[in-house]
């Protein structure tokens, strides 16, 4: 049975941003609270006419040149996002089509911000089954667009972003040692983004009667947050039997520092074990641990053969780690 081995990683990060200082001016916020509370300082915003798929496409590209891999080696492409172009077609089949992946079979998904382990397990499971040899999992949101700038409790969190990993079939390389994926529906409502669904009763609930935007149950994601991401994470190491000495970086999903921090104490390692890049990009949704990850690389704070922690949690509830070697 093959491994998954990580070919190749991309990201994209638009160029405008919104500082603290910014959404000071915009809201009744400031910068002491925003940093003490959830450690952003700035967080990147898409052009007026900039989407979730062109986001990807450029991380897509990126991910391919990083694998030394054509458009055309693609013969799966998976998209997990909150913030779809469209509801059809699928993001991924947009980025198909842009890209020229004519091999491909393309699929969206949705696990959240826990959506890249929740891609990297499908990918898994392709490429151990033999029917693929080539995925590429993409994960972008363009969540200030769904963003109610009037709510201050959320729109100082998020920003836009797009990672890419492409995964190929390997018989030497470990590839993913453990991973887990998990749900809980009876918390559905705590993360929403309302589409064509009619919840009164939800609506009443909001801030702003804008439908469409996000809303949170902050502190209740923010108590399961700190829980799921410790357990799974301890979890993927005792199923490779393995421990946090074996473990180069831990790459987390970066909602709020303080969920972070609490998190990486219940997993009892130090901080320096652990990618953080939420200062500068805010909660980037399911793109923020593939971006994460593509920083690692690209920065050398990780090398082939180091074994990585990748865990997140999000909307659905959902959470999940894996552990991979690099
Ligand atoms: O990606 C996955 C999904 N998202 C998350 O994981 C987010 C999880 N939750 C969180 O990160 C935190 O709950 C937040 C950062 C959203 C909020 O932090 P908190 O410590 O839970 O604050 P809170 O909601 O309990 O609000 C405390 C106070 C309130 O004022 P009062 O009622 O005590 O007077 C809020 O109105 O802070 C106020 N507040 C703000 N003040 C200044 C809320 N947002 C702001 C703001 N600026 N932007």
Request: proline share 2%; with cysteine.
């Amino acid at each position: 049975m093959p491994n998954s081995k990580i070919a190749g990683v991309g990201m994209y990060i638009p160029e405008k941003v919104y500082d603290n200082a910014y959404m000071e001016s915009i809201v009744d916020t400031n910068d002491e609270w925003i940093t003490r509370r959830t450690g952003i300082k700035e967080r990147h915003v898409s052009a007026d006419d900039e989407y979730t798929t062109d986001m990807a496409v450029i991380a897509a590209k990126r991910a391919l040149e990083n694998a030394g891999m054509t458009a055309e080696d693609l013969e799966l492409i998976i998209f997990a996002t909150v913030t779809p172009d469209y509801f059809t077609p699928a993001c991924a089949c947009v980025v198909q089509g842009a890209i020229g992946a004519v091999n491909a079979a393309a699929f969206d998904y949705n696990a959240a911000c826990s959506s890249f382990i929740t891609g990297t397990v499908i990918a898994d499971q392709f490429i151990k089954s033999g029917m693929y040899k080539n995925v590429m999992v993409i994960c972008a949101d363009c969540l200030t667009k769904a963003t109610d700038y009037a709510d201050r409790a959320t729109c100082v969190l998020f920003g836009d972003a797009a990672g890419a990993a492409i995964y190929t079939a390997d018989d030497e390389h470990p590839g993913i040692l453990a991973a887990e994926i998990g749900s809980d529906g009876s918390g559905c409502k705590a993360i929403t983004s309302l589409a064509i669904r009619n919840d009164e009763e939800e609506i009443e609930k909001r801030i702003s009667h804008r439908k469409e935007t996000i809303w949170m149950a902050g502190q209740a994601v923010m108590k399961f947050a700190v829980k799921a991401m410790a357990d799974a994470s301890n979890a993927v190491l005792e199923k490779a039997g393995l421990t946090y000495d074996d473990v180069k970086l831990v790459i987390p999903h970066q909602a709020n520092y303080r969920i972070v921090d609490s998190a990486v104490k219940r997993m009892g390692i130090d901080k320096d074990k652990v990618f953080l890049h939420l200062e500068k990009f805010g909660n980037t949704s399911a793109s923020c641990i593939p971006v994460a990850l593509c920083e690692a690389v690209m920065e050398g704070r990780i090398q082939r053969g180091d074994k990585i922690i990748l865990v997140g949690f999000g909307g659905g509830l959902t959470w999940g780690a894996a552990l991979l070697e690099f």
